[in-house]
């Protein structure tokens, strides 16, 4: 079982859908919660973070972290054509060791 | 703002040849990453450099060299490019290492598009 899992998608919605992008992990080593957008030939850039179980809003996003379950998610609420991208998880360890998941690319269809 | 510029933003290769990617931040940071990803795959860390005159190797280090001579530079070195290699590369600097954020951020460039033929 890889470290980390991500389902690549594509995944295609309709403008104003909510959106749940997940990844699971096996390391429970693992401390720290990111996910980077990707606009399409552009670098990732940081999203949202979280270090704890539970949820953690910004805006229309949520990440939310389920530790026992080695689980995390990326909701999307009202989501905007602007809002496709690739979003990848990104998990890191104490020494700050980072792995990235494969990123799921998201179509917001208008 | 600059912040991570990579060169070039695409190039061709022939197999067997050697090229140099270059990398610079203007941030200040020390810690600058060498990325590689492929379609459907995570990013793969190839070097690190947690400042000037200091590299280390990555995940995925094989047929790649680096350096850094300045705080500001980071190029990474393909000797004899191989089919293997086609990738995107993504340069990326950070001002710490073991800090997570808020603390710290990882910035990224725009990516180097490399096909070996």
């Known amino acids: 079982q890889k470290e980390v899992e991500q389902d690549p998608g594509p995944l295609s919605v309709p403008e104003g859908a909510i959106v749940s992008l997940n990844c699971t992990y096996s390391?429970?080593?693992?401390?720290?919660f990111m996910w980077y957008r990707q606009y399409s030939r552009k670098g990732p850039e940081l999203l949202m973070y979280?270090?704890?179980?539970g949820n953690k809003e910004d805006g229309r996003f949520t990440a939310q972290v389920d530790k026992s379950s080695k689980y995390i998610s990326l909701f999307i609420r009202d989501s905007q054509p602007s809002d496709s991208a690739t979003y990848l998880c990104?998990?890191?360890?104490?020494?700050?060791?980072?792995?990235f998941g494969k990123g799921t690319k998201l179509s917001v269809i208008p | 703002n600059a912040g991570v510029t990579q060169t070039p933003k695409f190039r061709i290769l022939k197999i067997g040849q050697s090229m140099t990617l270059q990398c610079t931040q203007d941030?200040?940071?020390?810690?600058m990453y060498w990325y590689r990803q492929d379609p459907g795959m995570g990013l793969k860390l190839i070097y690190y450099?947690?400042?000037?005159?200091?590299?280390d190797k990555g995940e995925v280090p094989n047929g790649y060299n680096v350096s850094r001579s300045t705080t500001e530079d980071f190029p990474l070195r393909l000797e004899l490019a191989a089919p293997s290699q086609t990738s995107v590369y993504f340069c990326?600097?950070?001002?710490?290492?073991?800090?997570?954020?808020?603390?710290?951020?990882?910035?990224f460039g725009e990516g180097s598009w490399l096909t070996v033929v």
């Open positions: 450099s947690v400042g000037a005159g200091i590299t």
């Open positions: 390391n429970s080593a693992f401390q720290y």
């Open positions: 990104n998990l890191g360890a104490g020494s700050y060791q980072l792995t």
């Open positions: 979280t270090y704890s179980s």
């Open positions: 990326a600097s950070s001002n710490k290492r073991a800090v997570p954020p808020p603390g710290n951020t990882i910035y």
């Open positions: 941030m200040n940071h020390n810690y």
